[in-house]
């Protein structure tokens, strides 16, 4: 099967409801505000002036977001609708990023910039195949003393909603819909992979990161699952048997030579 294609006519049809939802906001973004979230404003702290490098960045919201705040970026995305989006929006704010649509393991292996940091976040693993082949191309990309950061929803979430938790050669197929408000319940076919926090780690060290920080998190910023409540200052939570189920974990790795 053709993932690529798959999951790239997916996104692509995907971003053309997301631009015009509420829940991208898109005039509010153009007029300042940032789509970043404390999680990951905290964990990567000051970006001016350095490299980073977005994988999986969507139309580049997020990515443009570390631009005005002053780093020097790059945002790869598999949909070309995405990317044209991003490279719109970009124009717009007369910012002076960089956007590449690709699959990221092909951007993997033509790319030849070295980066200070490479980022990306929430709902990006599950349409990876080969998490070994993702942690190479981030170790790749990475300049001597770079740094990795990933904020990603967690996998006990999905064994909670009824699905794999461990990893799996062959991918998920299934008809879904979109997460924004505005989705008027057209589908797409889309493939995706789970993957355990085991697996995650793994292939990171394995690839000759150093994890320096690893942390789970019971709230998310994001309304996208069902049965999530809202606890004022924190974000969105699941009761689970009277316990908070962990939404998030973030991680802070290390490129040491």
Not at 11 to 39: C, P, Q
Request: aromatic letters at 12%.
């Amino acid at each position: 099967m053709d993932y690529l294609k798959l999951n790239k006519k997916a996104w692509d049809k995907r971003t053309k409801v997301h631009v015009s939802s509420k829940f991208y906001d898109i005039e509010a973004f153009k007029a300042g505000k940032s789509s970043l979230n404390e999680i990951e404003l905290t964990q990567l702290g000051n970006v001016a002036g350095k490299k980073l490098l977005h994988l999986q960045c969507h139309f580049g919201q997020d990515t443009l977001s570390w631009a005005r705040l002053g780093a020097i970026v790059t945002g790869v995305d598999l949909s070309t609708e995405a990317i044209d989006e991003a490279k719109r929006l970009n124009s717009a704010l007369g910012l002076n990023a960089t956007f590449v649509a690709d699959d990221i393991y092909e951007f993997g292996r033509k790319n030849k910039e070295s980066f200070n940091i490479v980022f990306t976040s929430y709902g990006v693993l599950c349409w990876l195949p080969d998490l070994n082949l993702w942690a190479k191309t981030i170790y790749s990309a990475l300049v001597a003393g770079g740094e990795f950061h990933m904020v990603e929803f967690h996998p006990f979430h999905d064994l909670v909603a009824g699905e794999s938790y461990f990893p799996q050669a062959e991918p998920d197929i299934e008809d879904e819909g979109t997460y924004t408000e505005n989705c008027d319940g057209t589908k797409s076919t889309m493939a995706t992979w789970p993957h355990s926090l085991s697996e995650v780690i793994n292939a990171l060290v394995s690839a000759g990161l150093s994890i320096e920080y690893f942390q789970e998190h019971p709230y998310s910023p994001y309304n996208c699952f069902d049965n999530l409540k809202y606890v004022s200052g924190q974000g969105y939570q699941m009761i689970l048997k009277g316990q908070q189920v962990p939404l998030l974990y973030s991680i802070k790795a290390r490129k040491n030579n």
